[in-house]
């Protein structure tokens, strides 16, 4: 988690800085599942089935922290809370699609 979308200031490599924003298990998926529309809770954990309720809490709440995905909680019974990509999130967009593409080439064709 880089928070507030500062990333470290000894980051010589741009490959490093984007790591830090969106490094690890999960946040690539989640941005990934947020890609094309506005998704509540619900819908993110049942498309990624292996992520406990608690990860994936905590990792919606670094992506928000840093300015990749926006929360919109609505003051209604029962409470409804909506995840969708920021514009900063949404530039991401071409990065995630290649990474589908290679996946698609390379992972799942080869099986």
């Known amino acids: 988690m880089v928070t507030k979308g500062k990333i470290s200031e000894e980051v010589k490599c741009p490959v490093t ?12 998926i989640i941005l990934y599942c947020l890609r094309s529309e506005t998704r509540r809770f ?24 840093d300015n990749l ?14 995840y969708s990509l920021t514009a900063m999130g949404k530039s991401l967009s071409p990065v995630l699609h290649e990474m589908e593409k290679w996946g698609l080439e390379n992972i799942m064709n080869k099986k």
Do not use: M
């Open 17 to 28: 800085g984007i790591l830090q924003l969106i490094g690890g298990k999960w946040k690539p």
């Open 69 to 82: 995905i926006l929360r919109v909680q609505f003051n209604e019974i029962p409470p409804r809370v909506e």
């Open 42 to 65: 619900g819908e993110i954990a049942a498309r990624i089935p292996s992520i406990s309720r608690k990860v994936l809490t905590e990792q919606l709440r670094e992506l928000e922290q």
